[in-house]
């Protein structure tokens, strides 16, 4: 996970490898952290990410949630075609851009 931006107009993760429970257990609660308080849109570059697990599809939901409780948006982009199927088939598939 590295924050590429960081400003009042826009906060931009990417992830890579495995958004998987080993990934979670290890990454989460620095994620939440970076939410904390913020004060922009946020989008997650998942360029690099190979595969999206259920813990990963959770903590997509909570950021989600938190995100949105904030009054900001959340979006995924440059999702490859495996994780852009776990998308679709958990109803997620308008968070992709």
Do not use: C, W
Request: aromatic share 10%; no cysteine.
């Amino acid at each position: 996970m590295k924050v590429i931006q960081s400003d009042e107009s826009l906060v931009k993760i990417a992830f890579s490898g495995r958004l998987d429970s080993n990934y979670i257990s290890n990454n989460d609660v620095k994620f939440f952290a970076l939410l904390n308080g913020l004060e922009a849109p946020v989008v997650l570059d998942f360029y690099g990410v190979s595969f999206l697990g259920s813990l990963g599809i959770r903590m997509i939901l909570m950021a989600l949630k938190d995100v949105k409780r904030q009054g900001y948006t959340l979006k995924i982009e440059h999702a490859g075609p495996n994780v852009k199927d776990v998308f679709e088939m958990t109803s997620l598939g308008d968070l992709l851009i």
